[in-house]
């Protein structure tokens, strides 16, 4: 099911919809890790996506709330995630061992509470760490205004540090992106692109090359996924969070849309131009393309 998005209006009265407000978060980093999928201790996944227990916990760490503390009126935030830049996947490799060199426990339990020492002994463990490297997503936040005020300033101060879904990923500035007037999924698609400057080259080379020319294109819009909270929703995940307590960590479900919209690029009326005619023999030359980074499947498009 698609959330329709209303064409470009005027902005909503503060109380439309019940959505007085939407907070906009820029999140961004070298590294993001959201998990998602429960697994082994060896393998440590990553959804694609930024996950409501992730932006919850990233909000409440701003607000300085301790992990025991109930999460109260965060609960009912509606979330939508956009993906402007989806980034790869990175596997991390890692080796666990006891410093005492004895040899690892067993993951289970005895009856009393104790774990066991592996038989036969295992003294080294592989582990995994899954991450998304280079990615760049937009999430919006609608409910009442004044919670949103709140957030947005211990956002842009907070009490703990803030992390991309793990600890060892910090995000990149700005993070805050302020209120916008208007209904959740409005005011998503009309937030301009936020790939950065090295994602926009590469995004007109690849257009440029896609439409037989042999230089950038650079398009008013652009397409990207985006994922909206929806009682009406056709998909369902399993991220909603009910307690972030270490002893008693709780998650429930949530219905969202999943779609593609077409965004604003952003970028400056002087480089936009209409659709470019072929060029009668395309540049062959991959020097021509270094500015834009390097592409291995260039090659394929010709």
């Known amino acids: 099911m698609t959330v329709p998005a209303p064409a470009h209006a005027a902005a909503a009265p503060p109380d439309a919809a019940g959505e007085p407000a939407v907070l906009l978060l820029r999140l961004a980093g070298p590294l993001q890790a959201w998990g998602y999928h429960v697994t082994a201790n060896n393998r440590r996944d990553t959804h694609s996506e930024p996950t409501k227990s992730g932006v919850i916990g990233l909000l409440a760490a701003a ?5 025991d503390e109930p999460l109260g009126e965060l609960l009912d935030l509606r979330l939508g995630v956009r993906v402007d830049v989806p980034g790869t996947l990175l596997r991390d490799y ?43 997503f937009l999430a919006a936040l609608a409910g009442p205004r004044d919670l949103l005020e709140r957030l947005d300033a211990a956002v842009r101060a907070p009490a703990f540090p803030l992390a991309l879904g793990r600890r060892s990923c ?30 926009r080259k590469q995004h007109a080379a690849r257009t440029g090359r896609e439409r037989g020319v042999s230089h950038p294109v650079y398009t008013a819009t652009t397409d990207v996924s985006v994922t909206v909270e929806s009682p009406d929703g056709d998909d369902e995940l ?3 969070p009910v307690s972030f307590d270490p002893h008693a960590r709780r998650f429930t479900t949530r219905r969202v849309c999943r779609d593609w919209w077409e965004i604003p690029t952003g970028f400056p009326k002087a480089d936009l131009e209409p659709d470019p005619e072929p060029d009668a023999e395309p540049d062959t030359d991959p020097a021509a393309h270094d500015d834009a980074g390097h592409d291995p499947f260039a090659l394929l498009d010709r």
């Not at 607000?63 to 992990?67: A, I, K, Q, V």
């Not at 410093?99 to 067993?106: K, M, S």
Request: proline share 10%; glycine share 8%; hydrophobic share 30%.
């Open 94 to 136: 890692h080796t666990v061992s006891d410093y005492r060199g004895r040899p690892l426990p067993q993951s289970g339990v005895s009856a009393k509470g104790v774990q066991r020492p592996t038989q036969p002994a295992k003294y080294t463990h592989v582990t995994s760490r899954f991450y998304l490297q280079d990615a760049t």
């Open 238 to 240: 399993r991220d909603a």
């Open 63 to 67: 607000m300085g709330r301790d992990r």
């Open 170 to 199: 910090p995000p990149t500035q700005p993070l805050a992106l302020g209120l916008r007037e208007g209904e959740l999924a409005r005011v998503i698609r009309e937030e301009p692109w936020l790939a950065s400057k090295r994602a």
